[in-house]
């Protein structure tokens, strides 16, 4: 059940990077480069691929969507905003005390949000436990969980994925984002994670790798893993650009936390608002 | 020397494998955990259970046997055992999931403080090994268990003392909403708290006999051996009171003001942990707070990595046998 809009997915892409980009100019620092190269993976998933309510973010038939990743909350509140499962006006409260909108994203803090991510390394195996939970209940309803490539680092992330097609969990979809930025520097440099298609199959898994940046790509990924008729969990492989669609960002270094000049906020609505799409 | 034949050799008296926490012809029931929830999960088809590949040394076999359709191996992975039951909880199981006390406490700690606690997820985590009860040395003895999870915000955290409350709590556990920590002693288990009266209450302390020279507070089979110290000091005409605390967090802070503020004896605290962090200090600090100040002395493990061997000779070695901890009692008074 795709959600019916006359919307097109590059245009949700366009508004959820300009919602993260109005939430970091809130605390005017921030995690927006990753939120600025996974939008469009979120635009496809939150406008494509998932099943759910956005007036009631509980219910039962919803395709549930684990954010690992804690820090990417600003992505998700961003696409969580556009879908209208969080009013608009609560971004500015982005990061505040308070707010529903912490800046490591929480479960109990914001509708949507379906566990505490932050901890990294924790997400794969909750949703092996969704995944099986799901099974229990004879749901048909899938569980997406986004992780980055640093945690790709973690033990615990292997363990999961060992366990993933161990019990041959086909309702699981997982993402890797491989924007190749850790907190310390570039995530090729720390760890090599490569071949990862090659170690993901090895793992029993379905594996999809597309640039995450390209819609049609992502479409299609999300498309062959949710259509996929083997009893194995699938994983796509979304290459991303930190910071896509905001030029002088994008070629900053070190670019894992942004700061971003006052002056430079209007700057890079102004860039992003030049791609808008038709 | 020559002549010995290998029929002849006597059997070690000290070995490592001498696990056993019932003193010989001691009443005992075997795998209470595993004959409790196995006849808990006939009434709640919600119960599943899950073990990083310790289910037989946890008793959860015989719940596996008779339910394999909702019984999980993880594996040797205690990460993703804990991550897989806050999955299962979210989706509207009560996973009981089993590991040893120091995998749990040590090396899965984040995932049941992040992943289960701070969502308040209905997992119950359920580990044998606690303390020392093993003869295999630092790798597998949990002597800082409770101090670790102490720490750990919604956690409960029991500590049972024999089979007959085990049987207990199993059904309370699971009818309590939320994360539960239990200190499990599996095979064959001392049955002591039958003949008492006893019935387990989460969050309330017991007392078990009463006396009028020292009151003993002790959680876990330290109250066994409180009982039986208790015993050997009546022969020498000094009173001993024993308080039972299974329910380390949330302490029974009434109750246990109400007896250790009783005049005229001395407050010791008996546990089967390190003296860092557990029940002890966690009364100490209680007593303290409220202004109450008797003789305080502390029964518990050293601030050390452990011994290996024979369980009855660390049991002496370290101070928590029945008779060391009559010994110790009778030198404070």
Redesign the interface.
């Known amino acids: 059940m795709n959600q019916i809009s006359n919307v097109s997915l590059p245009t949700r892409a366009w508004r959820i990077r300009r919602n993260a980009l109005r939430m970091g100019e809130v605390q005017g620092q921030g995690y927006i480069a990753q939120a600025l190269g996974i939008a469009d993976v979120l635009a496809v998933a939150y406008f494509h691929a998932l099943t759910y309510r956005p007036e009631d973010p509980e219910w039962e038939g919803r395709d549930r969507f684990l954010l690992s990743i804690g820090h990417y909350a600003i992505a998700l509140y961003a696409a969580l905003i556009e879908a209208g499962v969080i009013p608009e006006d609560e971004l500015e409260t982005y990061g505040t005390d308070d707010s529903r909108l912490p800046m490591s994203g929480?479960?109990?803090y914001t509708p949507g949000m379906?566990?505490?991510g932050?901890?990294l390394?924790?997400g794969?195996?909750?949703?092996?436990?969704?995944?099986?939970?799901?099974k229990?209940?004879n749901s048909k309803n899938f569980v997406y969980n986004l992780f980055s490539d640093g945690e790709l680092n973690e033990?615990?992330t292997w363990?999961?994925a060992?366990?993933a097609s161990?019990w041959k969990l086909d309702n699981l979809i997982a993402i890797v984002d491989v924007n190749d930025q850790q907190a310390d520097g570039p995530s090729s440099a720390m760890s090599s994670r490569e071949p990862l298609h090659d170690r993901f199959t090895a793992f029993g898994w379905h594996v999809e790798r597309v640039d995450g940046n390209d819609i049609e790509a992502v479409v299609n990924a999300f498309d062959a893993a949710r259509n996929l008729g083997e009893p194995k969990p699938r994983i796509i492989i979304c290459d991303t650009k930190m910071a896509k669609g905001v030029k002088f960002l994008e070629e900053r270094e070190m670019n894992h936390f942004l700061r971003v000049d006052a002056d430079e906020w209007q700057k890079a609505l102004e860039i992003l608002d030049q791609g808008k799409p038709a | 020397m020559s002549s010995t034949t290998a029929a002849a050799k006597p059997r070690l008296t000290t070995s490592a494998m001498i696990a056993s926490l019932a003193a010989p012809g001691q009443r005992t029931k075997p795998a209470p955990f595993g004959n409790a929830l196995t006849a808990l999960a006939a009434q709640n088809p919600d119960i599943?259970g899950l073990s990083a590949d310790l289910a037989k040394y946890t008793d959860l076999h015989i719940f596996a046997k008779a339910y394999p359709e909702r019984f999980?191996q993880?594996?040797m992975?205690e990460?993703?055992l804990?991550?897989?039951?806050?999955?299962?909880?979210?989706?509207?199981?009560i996973?009981f999931a089993t590991t040893y006390a120091v995998f749990a406490a040590r090396r899965a700690y984040?995932?049941i403080c992040?992943?289960i606690a701070?969502?308040k997820l209905n997992v119950k985590i359920i580990c044998a090994l606690p303390g020392l009860t093993t003869g295999y040395g630092p790798s597998h003895q949990a002597t800082e268990d409770i101090a670790i999870f102490r720490g750990c915000p919604n956690l409960t955290i029991i500590d049972p003392c024999d089979a007959h409350e085990i049987e207990q709590a199993v059904p309370a556990i699971a009818a309590h909403q939320g994360p539960v920590y239990m200190r499990l002693l599996r095979g064959n288990v001392p049955l002591v708290l039958d003949e008492y009266g006893y019935k387990f209450q989460i969050g309330k302390a017991a007392l078990l006999r009463d006396g009028a020279e020292a009151l003993v507070i002790s959680s876990g089979f330290m109250t066994m051996r409180a009982l039986e110290a208790a015993d050997l000091l009546a022969k020498d005409k000094v009173g001993a009171a024993v308080l039972h605390v299974p329910t380390i967090k949330p302490l029974d802070e009434a109750k246990i003001i109400e007896e250790a503020a009783k005049p005229g004896r001395i407050v010791v605290v008996a546990e089967n942990h390190s003296i860092v962090g557990g029940l002890g200090e966690a009364v100490a600090g209680l007593l303290l707070r409220n202004g109450i100040n008797p003789v305080f002395r502390q029964i518990a493990l050293p601030d050390e990595f452990l011994d290996a061997g024979a369980l009855p000779t660390l049991h002496e070695r370290y101070g928590i046998s029945a008779e060391a901890v009559a010994r110790q009692i009778k030198g404070w008074l």
Do not use: N, W
Not at chain 1, 124 to 134: K, R, S
């Open positions: 929480m479960a109990a379906e566990i505490t932050g901890s390394g924790h794969l195996g909750i949703a092996v436990g969704f995944c099986l939970g799901l229990r209940k033990g615990s363990e999961a060992m366990a161990h | 599943v999980y993880m594996g992975a990460q993703l804990m991550s897989t039951a806050a999955g299962l909880a979210r989706e509207g199981a996973p984040d995932f992040l992943a701070e969502e």
